[in-house]
DNA sequence: GAATATATTTAGCAACGCTAATTAAAAGGC
DNA sequence: GCCTTTTAATTAGCGTTGCTAAATATATTC
């Protein structure tokens, strides 16, 4: 568990860094005053562009009925708004507001900021190997 | 959002890429037959020993009620068992049972061979890359 | 034009998060 | 040694987020 001479050593070692990065920064949420849900569906909504539900969903990794909902309260809150595709009327087109983009934008730098100063720690060497292996990773991740 | 001359872009690059290794590999854990939040307990009960209920709760960030549930669950499921702590009878140790610490090794397993397949796409070169970064990214986040 | 397929929603259930209040044991003050 | 306070866990009750099955509305196909 500790050596990492096979690619699955090194995977298992990723993978547990991975999950505490996100459970170090998950701690900044608290202050967004939005679930966890709804502020992940809504960075595929602004980053996204308009989005059909099937989409959104899919991107969540989430059935329809359950982003029908997330919608819903996105809607509730002022973040989202839906209207019909005029393409394909059984379809729905997903969008930010503009107070949706701000509450977004606004919590992911949060995340972002506190991350960027545990980053800080570090010297440029190790910095640019980061920003090396993000490449790597990114690249190992492409189409599925 | 694309350049990483400052720290925050490379923090903001980083965060993504852990959000979509997490995304990747959680598809995996259909095949686990247990839900998130007990497997994620589990893993801490395996990995850190009999531990205090307040204990659990903090490591996962969840409040001691919703743990109290978790461990619910997990003992009907026959994965962990309470026992009270002698030196302070208002304390409870959990620890997993045999069937636990398999059910948990075999999740983890699928997650990390599934991640390592994706891995094996890259060369030597990128996996060190890879290497090293994990190693500066555990040593940035060390210590709050 | 009828049958089929697709996009979304509604209904109803399980898992997981919370706060407030309760119970039981330990620790401290006098 | 009591009495108060603190600490550990649980219970009660609620909101959110996940699911499947079924309903509704529009497109597509034969």
Do not use: C, W, Y
Request: glycine share 6%; no cysteine.
């Amino acid at each position: 568990m500790v050596k990492a001479h096979t690619t699955e050593d090194l995977a298992d070692r990723l993978h547990s860094t991975a999950i505490r990065l996100l459970r170090l920064v998950r701690v900044q949420d608290a202050a967004a005053g939005i679930g966890p849900a709804r502020l992940s569906a809504l960075s595929v909504i602004v980053f996204g562009g308009p989005v059909s539900l099937n989409d959104l969903a899919r991107a969540e990794q989430v059935r329809p009925p359950t982003m029908s909902r997330i919608v819903d309260a996105l809607e509730a809150e002022g973040l989202a708004r839906r209207h019909t595709n005029q393409q394909d009327r059984r379809a729905v087109l997903i969008e930010a507001t503009a107070r949706g983009v701000s509450v977004l934008k606004l919590g992911r730098q949060r995340r972002v900021r506190f991350l960027a100063a545990h980053l800080r720690r570090l010297s440029e060497a190790e910095l640019k190997r980061i920003e090396s292996a993000v490449r790597a990773i990114q690249k190992a991740m492409q189409q599925g």
